[in-house]
């Protein structure tokens, strides 16, 4: 069964009898003492239902959006800012590598990840304490196993943007506890690996019930995930981690690619036999829920009523026509089309109008002015409603099975390696790829990572990992960008001012 994260309200109903009222009046677990808080199954998972909140910042309308893909998508070379985005500086500085450790988004993100991991620092000391009557030990265990998959999780967003963090293990009571120092790379991933590995021990499905909460299948992919980036900064240790990474990787499944790409993006095929771990939003405003966004019109462009803050770039549109028009269709990789509208005779077909029951032509008058289709509503009705609430997909099949096939190749299993690749190009009905060697199959991976990702912000950590960043960026003239500065943002100047412990 594939997951969802069902933030803040959908958690508490999660195998709880728990209205959706009782849950928006409840008040934070840390306002709340051990003594009057702690008590059975029921208080724990409403601690739960606050460490999962934090899962990518915030979910207002566009602050969601706002956060998330300036911080991670900005300095892709696969994007372009839009013409709005030009009038925020603190969004342009993140694109343009001028930032400084003031900047208002990667603060954030920052400080929203450890409001999460300080929720799950709290349940994880707490949860011994709810006696015997209350919980099951089973149902302690399974809690228990969450919080150490999100404090894993918030802790490796972190990682993967700053070059240090703090490791956070305890809950933060009082201001006393908030200077400790950074923690090198290498304490910080054993951190990480330790709690997912801990994570491994949940569920491998879930019932109707406590569907959204984290299983088997997710932990073994961010474990993989975390040894095949380890791999490349640990050149002594990388064999060692690559095989960690495969054995992890060989352990997510149960899942599937799903044929019809777009449809986990538009919000018509939530929770699919692809998605791993995946932030739900919803419409429901129930007693007065708010987990929807404008997601619709930040990525859009004006021309589809959105607010023209982010665009494919041209290296991007490149790759994906790269091969030419060799799918089985006739036409280019099946994934350009679903991920973007562009000029191209299948959006200005008038007989099959594909583009919100019209042309290309007729939206972009004319123009050629590529623009992101992913997370766009399915159809017109969607296009123009105000908000919109599609589901986040934030590790898919598709990426266990090319991290998996990275690490084969670099293990020297290049046959293997790319089985696994032509089993993510048949979905976009693309012919299995050409060439045989370690080589040919690292481009290739690289190729298929540029064109299956764009705006779920991989690019960045691929280039880094590969040791890229800098030939890729100043390719296509963003100069600015220096790896020795830019590969890791600076830890924010919130973060100085309060923790003495970091200088």
Same mark, same amino acid.
């Given at each position: 069964?594939? =997951?969802?994260?069902?933030?803040?309200?959908?958690?508490?109903?999660?195998?709880?009898?728990?209205?959706?009222? !009782?849950?928006?009046? #409840?008040?934070?677990?840390?306002? &709340?003492?051990?003594?009057?808080?702690?008590?059975?199954?029921?208080?724990?998972?409403?601690?739960?239902?606050?460490?999962?909140?934090?899962?990518?910042?915030?979910?207002?309308?566009?602050?969601?959006?706002?956060?998330?893909?300036?911080?991670?998508?900005? /300095?892709?070379?696969? +994007?372009?800012?839009?013409?709005?985005?030009?009038?925020?500086?603190?969004?342009?500085?993140?694109?343009?590598?001028?930032?400084?450790? %003031?900047?208002?988004?990667?603060?954030?993100?920052?400080? !929203?990840?450890?409001?999460?991991?300080?929720?799950?620092?709290?349940?994880?000391?707490?949860?011994?304490?709810?006696?015997?009557? %209350?919980?099951?030990? !089973?149902?302690?265990?399974?809690?228990?196993?969450?919080?150490?998959?999100?404090?894993?999780?918030?802790?490796? *967003?972190?990682?993967?943007?700053?070059? =240090?963090?703090?490791? /956070?293990?305890?809950?933060?009571?009082?201001?006393?506890?908030?200077?400790?120092?950074?923690?090198?790379?290498?304490?910080?991933?054993?951190?990480?690996?330790?709690?997912?590995?801990?994570?491994?021990?949940?569920?491998?499905?879930?019932?109707?019930?406590?569907?959204?909460?984290?299983?088997?299948?997710?932990?073994?992919?961010?474990?993989?995930?975390?040894?095949?980036?380890?791999?490349?900064?640990? @050149?002594?240790?990388?064999?060692?981690?690559?095989?960690?990474?495969?054995?992890?990787?060989?352990?997510?499944?149960?899942?599937?690619?799903?044929?019809?790409?777009?449809?986990? $993006?538009? %919000?018509?095929?939530?929770?699919?036999?692809?998605?791993?771990?995946?932030?739900?939003?919803?419409?429901?405003?129930?007693?007065?829920?708010?987990?929807?966004? =404008?997601?619709?019109?930040?990525?859009? #462009?004006?021309?589809?009523?959105?607010?023209?803050?982010?665009?494919?770039?041209?290296?991007?549109?490149?790759? $994906? *026509?790269?091969?030419?028009?060799?799918?089985?269709?006739?036409?280019?990789?099946?994934?350009?089309?679903?991920?973007?509208?562009?000029?191209?005779?299948?959006?200005?077909?008038?007989?099959? @109008?594909? #583009?919100? %029951?019209?042309?290309?032509?007729?939206?972009?008058?004319?123009?050629?002015? @590529?623009?992101?289709?992913?997370?766009? @509503?399915?159809?017109?009705?969607?296009?123009?409603?105000?908000?919109?609430?599609?589901?986040?997909?934030?590790?898919?099949?598709?990426?266990?099975?090319?991290?998996?096939?990275?690490?084969?190749?670099? &293990?020297?299993?290049?046959?293997?390696?790319?089985?696994?690749?032509?089993? +993510?190009?048949? /979905?976009?009905?693309?012919?299995?790829?050409?060439?045989?060697?370690?080589? =040919?199959?690292?481009?290739?991976?690289?190729?298929? /990572?540029?064109?299956?990702?764009? &705006?779920?912000?991989?690019?960045?950590?691929?280039?880094?990992?590969?040791?890229?960043? *800098?030939?890729?960026?100043?390719?296509?003239?963003?100069?600015? $960008?220096?790896?020795?500065?830019?590969?890791?943002?600076?830890?924010?100047?919130?973060?100085?001012?309060?923790?003495?412990? +970091?200088?």
């Amino acid at each position: 069964m594939k =997951q969802l994260i069902y933030i803040a309200v959908a958690l508490l109903l999660m195998g709880t009898t728990t209205s959706c009222e !009782d849950f928006l009046t #409840v008040t934070s677990p840390d306002k &709340l003492s051990s003594e009057n808080f702690w008590k059975s199954k029921k208080y724990a998972e409403s601690a739960l239902a606050f460490a999962y909140s934090k899962l990518e910042a915030s979910t207002d309308t566009w602050g969601f959006a706002e956060v998330k893909w300036p911080v991670e998508a900005y /300095r892709e070379d696969i +994007v372009d800012l839009g013409s709005d985005a030009l009038a925020y500086p603190n969004w342009v500085e993140l694109a343009n590598f001028t930032y400084t450790n %003031g900047n208002s988004q990667f603060t954030t993100y920052w400080r !929203d990840s450890y409001y999460g991991i300080n929720y799950c620092n709290q349940i994880i000391e707490n949860m011994p304490t709810i006696p015997a009557e %209350g919980i099951t030990e !089973d149902d302690r265990e399974m809690i228990l196993n969450e919080a150490y998959f999100l404090r894993a999780y918030y802790h490796m *967003k972190l990682l993967l943007n700053w070059e =240090q963090i703090v490791v /956070r293990d305890q809950y933060i009571q009082s201001t006393d506890q908030l200077d400790k120092a950074l923690s090198t790379r290498e304490e910080t991933w054993d951190f990480i690996i330790a709690d997912l590995t801990k994570a491994t021990a949940l569920p491998t499905t879930r019932s109707s019930e406590t569907l959204g909460r984290v299983t088997r299948g997710a932990a073994y992919a961010y474990l993989g995930w975390a040894h095949l980036t380890r791999a490349y900064e640990e @050149p002594a240790n990388k064999e060692m981690h690559l095989t960690a990474a495969v054995n992890a990787l060989n352990n997510v499944t149960g899942y599937s690619l799903v044929k019809d790409l777009k449809s986990m $993006f538009d %919000g018509t095929n939530k929770n699919s036999e692809e998605s791993i771990f995946e932030l739900q939003l919803t419409l429901n405003t129930a007693s007065g829920a708010s987990y929807y966004t =404008q997601l619709h019109r930040w990525i859009g #462009v004006s021309e589809l009523w959105g607010w023209d803050e982010i665009l494919p770039s041209k290296m991007l549109m490149e790759e $994906f *026509k790269k091969e030419g028009r060799v799918a089985t269709t006739g036409r280019y990789d099946s994934r350009l089309y679903e991920t973007i509208f562009f000029k191209d005779e299948y959006f200005n077909d008038t007989e099959t @109008p594909r #583009v919100y %029951g019209y042309i290309y032509d007729d939206w972009f008058d004319g123009a050629d002015k @590529p623009a992101f289709r992913k997370y766009l @509503p399915a159809d017109m009705e969607g296009l123009e409603m105000n908000y919109f609430a599609p589901n986040i997909p934030l590790m898919r099949y598709a990426n266990v099975l090319l991290m998996k096939a990275e690490a084969l190749n670099e &293990l020297g299993n290049t046959t293997e390696a790319i089985s696994l690749i032509n089993e +993510v190009r048949s /979905r976009a009905d693309m012919p299995g790829m050409e060439g045989t060697t370690q080589q =040919q199959v690292r481009e290739q991976i690289e190729h298929e /990572r540029i064109i299956e990702f764009p &705006l779920e912000n991989f690019r960045f950590y691929d280039l880094r990992r590969w040791g890229k960043t *800098k030939e890729a960026l100043h390719a296509i003239n963003r100069t600015g $960008f220096d790896p020795a500065k830019h590969n890791f943002y600076p830890i924010p100047i919130q973060e100085l001012n309060t923790n003495n412990a +970091v200088n």
